[in-house]
Every structure is written in structure tokens, then in C-alpha cells.
């Protein structure tokens, strides 16, 4: 089924550990994007990225690597994890930046202990 | 800072009452606004986007309106269903920045039969 799919959905880090939340999109969209989803909080833009290439930072970037070599992917890295980035990580992706055909995935569950 | 509120927090109603969600922003140099649906342990999905020189959109029982000048959406729920049960959000993106969505904290509705 065309969508964005978000791997693992599940995971459980040690402070200081690193790792890469992948999202993968099959509906050539050049518009793809990361937030972060804490409780009171809403959802904030952590990096985003209008095509292959090409990637910046949102409202709460430190902390988070990206990149976009493919229009297909984007991954999410943390390089040294901290508690306070335990949250719930939502990418999207859409046709461009103005909103048309935006598609989430189901989002990845991380606790940093 | 643009920012965006919805009252109520949380909303229980019983089957078949039409009911309205509010969302406010701050700013109202907006390029457009965007209303999604989030599900328990999911991913959001997009219900209506509207452009900032529209005052409603409309798909099925949903009807959202939006008063630009006076930093205003409603979104409207025609008869509403048990099935319609989950978390309402609001987002906008600035005229300036259109990379960027700002989301509002939501709104929970339960509907009960």
C-alpha cells in the first residue's frame, strides 16, 4: 500500500546511545518532514526537507541529524540520546510545502532511560 | 511567534449531536490551514485544508470555516458518530515560512452511543 512508513515502531535507548529512525515514502513526494509529538505539547517540526538533497532545521532541531539522498527516504538520527528526547516521532511527507496529499506515518515510540 | 490554541481540550458528546472544535492562532499571516484527525496510537490523517483567502471547505459531515483577520477555524461535525471518536488538530503555516506547519495541542472528542 502506497504510504510513509515509519521502522521501528518500538524503541527502548540508554542515554548516550545513537540511533536512526527511518521513514521511507512511495508516492514520490519532494516534501518530507519530522516532529515530535509530546503530551501538552502538540506536535513540533524537528527537521524537514523539500527534496533529494535538500534538508533544514525546524522549531526543535538540536540533538537531530538528517539527510535526504533520495527523494524516497529520510532518515532521522540521534546521535547521543537523552531523556528528554524520549517522545513520540511522527514523519510525513507531502507534494510540496503548501499541505496538498499530506501523509503521516504511524509513528515510532522512543523511551531514553 | 505564531501560535495556535483549540478549546475545548476535551469534548464528550452523545451520538448524533453536531458539534463545532475551535482553533485560534496569533498571527494571521498565514499561507493556509489545515485540520487532521489523529486516532489512538496512530498517525494523523488530514481531513480538510483550507487557503487563506477561503472562509470553508467541506467533505462529507465536516465542514471547517476559517476568519482569517480575526485568527479563527472551526471545524463542524454533522451528526456525529461513535466512529468519529479521536483527537482533532489544527495546524498553520505562516505566509512567510511555508515549510513550516504549527499544530495546536488538539482537541480529544469521545462520542458515545
Known amino acids: 500500500n502506497a504510504g510513509v512508513t515509519q521502522t521501528p515502531k518500538f524503541q527502548v535507548l540508554k542515554t548516550g546511545q545513537s540511533m536512526t529512525l527511518q521513514c521511507a515514502q512511495d508516492m514520490n513526494h519532494e516534501y518530507m518532514s519530522w516532529y515530535r509529538q509530546d503530551p501538552g505539547m502538540g506536535l513540533r517540526l524537528i527537521h524537514y526537507s523539500v527534496g533529494a538533497g535538500i534538508t533544514d532545521q525546524g522549531e526543535v532541531p538540536n540533538g537531530y541529524n538528517v539527510s535526504r539522498s533520495t527523494t524516497e527516504d529520510f532518515p532521522l538520527r540521534l546521535l547521543s540520546a537523552a531523556p528528554s528526547q524520549t517522545s513520540v516521532y511522527f514523519c510525513?511527507?507531502?507534494?510540496?510545502?503548501?499541505?496538498?496529499?499530506?501523509?503521516f506515518g504511524s509513528g515510532t515510540r522512543l523511551t531514553v532511560v | 511567534k505564531q501560535e495556535v490554541t483549540q478549546i475545548p481540550a476535551a469534548l464528550s458528546v452523545p451520538e448524533g449531536e453536531n458539534l463545532v472544535l475551535n482553533c485560534s492562532f496569533t498571527d494571521s499571516a498565514i499561507y493556509n490551514l489545515q485540520w487532521f484527525r489523529q486516532d489512538p496510537g496512530k498517525g494523523l490523517t488530514s481531513l480538510l485544508l483550507i487557503q487563506s483567502s477561503q472562509r470553508e471547505q467541506t467533505s462529507g459531515r465536516l465542514n471547517a470555516s476559517l476568519d482569517k483577520s480575526s485568527g479563527r477555524s472551526t471545524l463542524y461535525i454533522a451528526a456525529s458518530q461513535p466512529g468519529d471518536s479521536a483527537t482533532y488538530l489544527c495546524a498553520v503555516r505562516p505566509a512567510d515560512d511555508t515549510d513550516k506547519l504549527i499544530f495546536g495541542t488538539g482537541t480529544r472528542l469521545q462520542v458515545f452511543p
Open positions: 510525513a511527507s507531502s507534494y510540496s510545502n503548501t499541505g496538498y496529499g499530506y501523509t
